[in-house]
């Protein structure tokens, strides 16, 4: 009886766990279309963004080079976020991968900081950018992950700033 009493006690504690586990799945994919959204919109602000200057720079090859450089970047962001999206069932099924491959840091965060620097100008905010002497900038990993991370946080900072205030990135 009591060996009964404990198999049904552990069946109800494993059933209550699996609940919990598949209320925080549905909790995720709730919460995923919202963050997306946010984690689209930075690129493309700065997509439109760019373009719009574009329209009144035409006879200054030089600054729509830069302009064109910036849109691709931001683009191959957005890109990269919904490649993510398609990733999904990879993330459901437990077979998605990290990279693991080599990368610059200091580009990493010059791409970050070209992408939200748009953003942060039109909420009246000043960017700063200082790299650190640091001595090992080619790592191993994750430049996508660690460069969405970086918009990630540099939105943020643009979104809770105050206006005529500052967002800086050392690196």
């Given at each position: ?8 006690e ?10 919990n586990r598949?209320d ?12 997306m ?22 006879n200054?090859p030089?600054k ?14 957005l ?10 069932s ?17 580009k ?12 942060a100008?039109q909420?009246?905010l ?7 002497d ?9 430049a ?6 970086l ?11 105050r206006k ?8």
């Amino acid at each position: 009886e009591e060996e009964k009493r404990q198999i049904q006690e552990k069946a109800m504690q494993e059933l209550e766990m699996a609940k919990n586990r598949a209320d925080a799945a549905n909790r995720a994919k709730s919460e995923f279309p919202s963050n997306m959204s946010h984690d689209i919109r930075t690129p493309m602000n700065a997509i439109v963004g760019i373009t719009k200057l574009m329209e009144h720079e035409r006879n200054d090859p030089e600054k729509v080079g830069v302009y064109i450089h910036k849109v691709q970047t931001s683009s191959k962001h957005l890109l990269s976020l919904i490649n993510d999206v398609l990733d999904m069932s990879k993330l459901e099924n437990g077979s998605m991968e990290m990279e693991h491959k080599p990368f610059n840091l200091d580009k990493i965060c010059d791409d970050a900081t070209e992408m939200v620097a748009f953003q942060a100008e039109q909420a009246g905010l000043r960017v700063y950018v200082e790299h650190d002497d640091v001595r090992d900038v080619n790592l191993l990993g994750s430049a996508l992950y660690l460069k969405k991370i970086l918009v990630n946080l540099f939105s943020n900072a643009i979104k809770y700033n105050r206006k005529d205030g500052t967002v800086n990135l050392f690196c």
